[in-house]
């Protein structure tokens, strides 16, 4: 076995080789193919990709909870520094021991707060049930934490908040009683899965500042999972891009964005339309041919072969490329991508 | 002024949507969700207007009320000079020939059990538009190239589409009849990223081909910009700003377009505007405040906002916004 990939330097988390797959009535599906990546402290990595691209399968794997779903085979080390110092693989946890992982080192957040809020019980008692879990604490000192929680969330009326039940709040504030419930027990990672999509963008605003606040106060590390490469842009201090299950770019945010390798990440940006900029009228957007591949039939070679503009039949289609660094801290999946970085390639 | 005074294709005058809340033991009604309240735009020939605006702020509401697929509480809707409100079954029968809607969710309106060629065919039926059953075929074979989906999706059903190939089957059914206007209610929210792309052009396309008028809904304002000649911006059921969509977009006039602008994310840093984070939440419908709709969240409210509603006038050349502080 190779020595830890967090041994001295500041990971927090290093995920290698990562690959989930689920059995299904239709065959196997390879949700996560050989996935690699480090959070450092205190980071914010967004991770992105189109649906059905395994970014969920892949955060639910970091929680040890991949398999909850359905029956899946996960293979690959994930490393995860503990907040005593030591550290342990998530993927050779035994269940107690996850649980006391869960909340206390990672957390999460999804898109619909409904499914991890309980529609029966009032929002204090979900949060108190939160911090006595995993730590030893009287209820009254868990109610007064909880009700500070609320207050950091920017909740109006926390007190009101705290005796009412999910249904009664708007999308807005259930995704923060959801924030407070995954912050009670000081993660060092929050894991947010798509958590203001299914919100206004001037409440994803609200929201956004408060991650980004909290962040500032606790020091956590974030992975912020989206479609939306914007919101990537703007949240994150890295992102690495999902295709069909697996990465196939990752990079500072600002390299990522500016000088994307991958010929997925240009055209994806290239087809977003963007507010504001020059246009003439009846401008068309770049569109990216063909469809989201399934995920029973993954294109062999590079999964993308089918819709790339710069395929070459009987290398693209038959040779998976690996993940080659293209720059400081750039790494990209792609067999053209010099020539296409050169504009070499046609 | 003199000339020739056009009748614009589509004109809404004043339109109010309140729906009823019924409740109690003995059933009464209790109050009123108010919905759309006081709105009125025009939609020319061949223009796209696009209505902006967040959740439950009445999008929806408004684009049935003009296609009468609900019925308004008050106020007025013309087509060609016609009064739609007044129509009879059989001249609603043909408005509805000119006027189509294409849905937000291509997974569920689609019928699942009929297959590609019957539910593009379906129209041609209802309206009586072919000859006979060759003629009909070979129609809808027309309106699929038109979206780009060759003859031999004829026989597929919805479910072995992609969500992409099922708006255009939608966008088909929609084009079957020759429509003048179409109501598009977030015709491309639930594609995914790579696949909005075709779509949002497959509009552009038509509009200039057959020269559509479209009322385009969505809550995605970077498309909106790209896809319309004027926007809306509608918040708790009014209208709070119209302009050109360029101009509006660079230079919004209303505090809430203005946040709502800010608050799109970009990815390129160079673009990235100052972001005005609105307090609290969207107030209930069904008690609205007083004055100015959005003065509780507005940061430049003064205790005036909350005494009148304030009228869309115009503000600078060919823009209007409703707001006292302008
Ligand atoms: N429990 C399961 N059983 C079988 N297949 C699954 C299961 N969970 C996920 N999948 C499949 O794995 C693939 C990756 O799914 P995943 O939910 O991780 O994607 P995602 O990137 O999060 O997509 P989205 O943006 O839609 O949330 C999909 O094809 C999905 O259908
Ligand atoms: N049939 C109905 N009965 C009662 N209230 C309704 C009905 N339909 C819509 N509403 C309410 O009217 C308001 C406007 O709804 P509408 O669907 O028009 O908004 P929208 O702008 O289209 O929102 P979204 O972006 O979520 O589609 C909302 O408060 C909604 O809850
Ligand atoms: S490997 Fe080939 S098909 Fe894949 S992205 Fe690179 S050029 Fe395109
Ligand atoms: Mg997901
Ligand atoms: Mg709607």
Not at chain 2, 302 to 309: G, K, N, P, Q, R
Request: aromatic share 4%.
């Amino acid at each position: 076995m190779s020595s830890s990939p967090i041994a001295g330097n500041d990971s927090l988390v290093a995920v290698r080789d990562l690959a989930v797959r689920f059995a299904t009535p239709a065959g196997p599906v390879l949700a996560v193919d050989g996935v690699s990546f480090d959070i450092m402290r205190g980071e914010t990595l967004a991770l992105v990709g189109e649906s059905g691209s395994g970014k969920s399968t892949a955060a639910l794997a970091l929680m040890g909870m991949a398999g909850l779903s359905g029956k899946a085979a996960i293979e690959g080390r994930i490393a995860l520094r503990l907040k005593k110092g030591n550290e342990c693989d998530v993927n050779r946890l035994s269940a107690r021991d996850l649980r006391q992982v869960r909340g206390n080192e990672i957390a999460m957040i999804f898109q619909e707060p409904m499914s991890s809020l309980n529609p029966v019980y009032t929002v204090a008692s979900q949060i108190v049930e939160a911090i006595t879990e995993h730590t030893k604490t009287t209820s009254a000192a868990a109610h007064a934490r909880a009700l500070e929680l609320l207050h950091m969330m920017g909740i109006p009326n926390p007190a009101k908040c705290m005796i009412s039940y999910p249904h009664q709040l708007s999308g807005g504030m259930r995704q923060r009683v959801m924030i407070a419930v995954a912050l009670s027990c000081e993660p060092s990672l929050l894991v947010a899965d798509e958590p203001t999509t299914a919100l206004d963008v001037t409440i994803q605003a609200q929201i956004i500042a408060l991650l980004k606040r909290v962040q500032t106060r606790t020091g956590m590390a974030i992975l912020f999972i989206t479609h939306n490469l914007g919101l990537a842009a703007e949240i994150a201090d890295r992102a690495m891009v999902m295709y069909a299950g697996r990465m196939v770019e990752q990079g500072a945010v600002a390299e990522v964005f500016r000088n994307p390798r991958m010929p997925y990440t240009q055209v994806l940006l290239r087809s977003l339309p963007r507010l504001g900029r020059p246009r003439e009228p009846g401008q068309k957007l770049e569109a990216i041919p063909g469809n989201v591949p399934s995920a029973l039939k993954r294109p062999s070679g590079c999964a993308f072969h089918p819709r790339c503009t710069f395929m070459v039949q009987g290398q693209c289609d038959e040779h998976a490329p690996v993940i080659e660094s293209c720059g400081p801290g750039h790494a990209v999946a792609c067999l053209r991508w010099r020539e296409i970085a050169a504009g070499r390639a046609a | 002024m003199t000339g020739q005074v056009t009748v614009p294709l589509l004109d809404v005058r004043s339109l109010r949507k309140w729906y009823d809340i019924r409740g109690g033991v003995i059933p009464h009604l209790k109050g009123h969700v108010q919905a759309v309240t006081d709105v009125s735009f025009e939609i020319a020939r061949n223009e796209v207007l696009g209505l902006a605006g967040e959740s439950g702020s009445g999008k929806t509401t408004i684009g049935r009320c003009v296609l009468r697929l609900i019925e308004p509480t008050a106020g007025e809707v013309k087509f060609d000079g016609e009064d739609v409100l007044g129509f009879a079954p059989e001249r609603l029968r043909r408005f509805r020939r000119d006027a189509q809607i294409i849905f937000q969710d291509p997974f569920s309106s689609l019928d699942p059990r009929m297959t590609v060629g019957e539910i593009v065919a379906e129209p041609l039926e209802v309206q009586k538009l072919c000859a006979n059953a060759p003629e009909r075929r070979d129609r809808v074979v027309e309106l699929l190239d038109t979206v780009s989906l060759s003859a031999e999706y004829l026989d597929r059903y919805p479910r072995a589409l992609s969500g992409g190939q099922r708006q255009r089957v939608g966008i088909a059914r929609a084009l079957a009849v020759n429509p003048k206007f179409i109501v598009a209610d977030e015709p491309v929210s639930s594609l995914d990223v790579s696949i909005q792309a075709q779509v949002v052009n497959l509009l552009v396309d038509l509009r200039a081909k057959f020269g559509l008028a479209i009322l385009f809904i969505s809550h995605d304002i970077a498309v909106m910009e790209h896809l319309s000649d004027r926007i809306a911006v509608i918040y708790l059921g009014r209208i709070m700003e119209v302009g050109p969509a360029e101009a509006l977009c660079r230079d919004p006039k209303h505090p809430y377009t203005e946040a709502l602008l800010s608050a799109v994310p970009d990815p390129d840093p160079a673009y990235r505007r100052q972001r005005i984070v609105l307090d609290g939440d969207v107030p209930n419908p069904v008690n609205p405040p007083s004055g100015c709709v959005f003065r509780t969240r507005c940061p430049r409210a003064i205790a005036d906002c909350a005494h009148m509603v304030p009228p869309l006038r115009e503000v600078a050349s060919g823009r209007q916004a409703a707001c006292i502080r302008l």
